[in-house]
């Protein structure tokens, strides 16, 4: 990287000039085929006619008063989430770790203002991920992302995935709140199955914790439901944060509650400086009007099927390097066996011109666009096929 920026990332040599639909136009001319879309973020592909049209004509009126004037953009979208989720209350922010921070303060806060102080731990999961701020640190308890930032924060209480009786003798008297990815994205593309998610909101109601999602990567459509959990049909969260697809591509974020798991966060408690801009107001507004739209989610379940035959396919032809496919709808990882690297697989599959993105676990990652249809598909998995037959063992 040239010596300016901090060497936080370590990208390629590319540099894309442009998007349209599923394709990055790299200055070369050459295209790629974007089946990662800014790890889930371009929901609606590079350049959605609609959004660049919204985006301009917010810029050519208004671009920023901060929240302390009405945004009337932020009431419309905060009326849509509501009109069709649990949520009754939504605080916008610009980034899916704002969105955890303002969901891991209002579980505390809701406590307080129960006159519970004490009732301020919170339990996650290992594999999580919940962004890089302290709180999302903390939360998602990575040792690689906290090492070298000082004493870890009071208050998070972290299971293993999957063990039931560990989650259950981990609940106490000071348990304010458990926090899960419905999906882990980061963590390696596990979906937690419908029944534990039920099992999490009974377990919750039983001893009075309130349940948060983190669904700023498997939110916003991405598995054939606007919101992941849907599936999951009575597991509704008390809380729940979101970011990444739904500005599709311009910064935002959202914490959603229930009217008692927000009712609290009052004057003074909470605030952001961007949070909810009418630029990405403006966008968020189109965003959610696509993926609400009749037929839409439907297209995400159908061409997600087809997808998961297709790579089926292409995971039996290489079942000596693929242990197994796994996620939900259009977030996809293809986990390899020991020996072989998802790094090294996905520059492979980006020599062969299609853009994916590793995951923990040795996950190879896919989290196209939405919109892609059954070419892209074909010619997605062709370049993966490719792919896989040039990897070799490290
Ligand atoms: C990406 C991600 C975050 C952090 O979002 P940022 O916008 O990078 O701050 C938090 N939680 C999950 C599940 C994510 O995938």
Redesign the pocket.
Same mark, same amino acid.
């Given at each position: 990287m040239p010596k300016p920026l901090m060497d936080t990332y370590s990208p390629p040599n590319l540099d894309f000039e442009r998007g349209e639909g599923a394709y990055l136009i790299e200055k070369s001319g050459e295209n790629y085929l974007d089946f990662i879309s800014g790890?889930a973020v371009n929901a609606l592909g590079h350049a959605h006619p609609k959004a660049v049209a919204a985006l301009k004509d917010q810029a050519d009126k208004l671009w920023h008063t901060s929240n302390m004037f009405r945004v009337p953009g932020q009431l419309e979208l905060a009326e849509k989430y509501c009109r069709d989720s649990f949520a009754d209350r939504v605080f916008f922010t610009n980034?899916?770790?704002e969105a955890?921070e303002c969901a891991l303060k209002s579980a505390r806060h809701y406590h307080f203002a129960n006159g519970r102080p004490d009732k301020y731990r919170i339990i996650t999961f290992t594999g999580a991920?919940? *962004?890089?701020s302290y709180g999302?640190i903390n939360a998602g308890g990575n040792p690689k992302y906290l090492e070298g930032f000082g004493p870890a924060m009071e208050g998070f209480d972290q299971v293993e995935f999957g063990d039931h009786e560990a989650l259950k003798a981990a609940v106490t008297e000071e348990t304010a709140a458990i926090l899960v990815?419905p999906v882990q994205?980061?963590g390696g593309v596990r979906a937690i199955p419908d029944v534990c998610l039920r099992g999490l909101r009974e377990l919750c109601d039983a001893h009075g914790l309130l349940l948060i999602y983190?669904e700023?990567?498997c939110g916003a459509g991405r598995t054939g439901k606007i919101w992941a959990h849907e599936w999951a049909e009575t597991a509704k969260p008390d809380i729940m944060a979101v970011?990444?697809g739904v500005g599709g591509g311009f910064p935002m *974020?959202a914490c959603l509650t229930t009217d008692a798991a927000g009712a609290h966060m009052v004057v003074g408690t909470h605030g952001s400086t961007f949070g909810g801009n009418p630029l990405a107001m403006a966008v968020g507004n189109v965003v959610y009007d696509e993926l609400s739209k009749p037929g839409f989610m439907e297209h995400v379940v159908s061409i997600s099927n087809h997808l998961r035959q297709s790579l089926s396919g292409v995971v039996d032809a290489h079942s000596d390097k693929v242990e197994e496919l796994r996620g939900r709808g259009l977030l996809v990882g293809l986990k390899l066996k020991d020996g072989f690297g998802n790094r090294t697989l996905v520059g492979k599959a980006r020599e062969h011109h299609l853009l994916m993105g590793a995951a923990g676990d040795n996950v190879a990652r896919m989290a196209p666009p939405l919109i892609i249809n059954e070419d892209h598909v074909r010619e997605a998995v062709s370049a993966l096929d490719k792919a896989l037959g040039e990897l070799q063992p490290e």
């Open positions: 790890i980034s899916g770790t955890v991920f919940h *962004g890089r999302g990815e994205g980061e983190d700023v990567q970011a990444k *974020g």
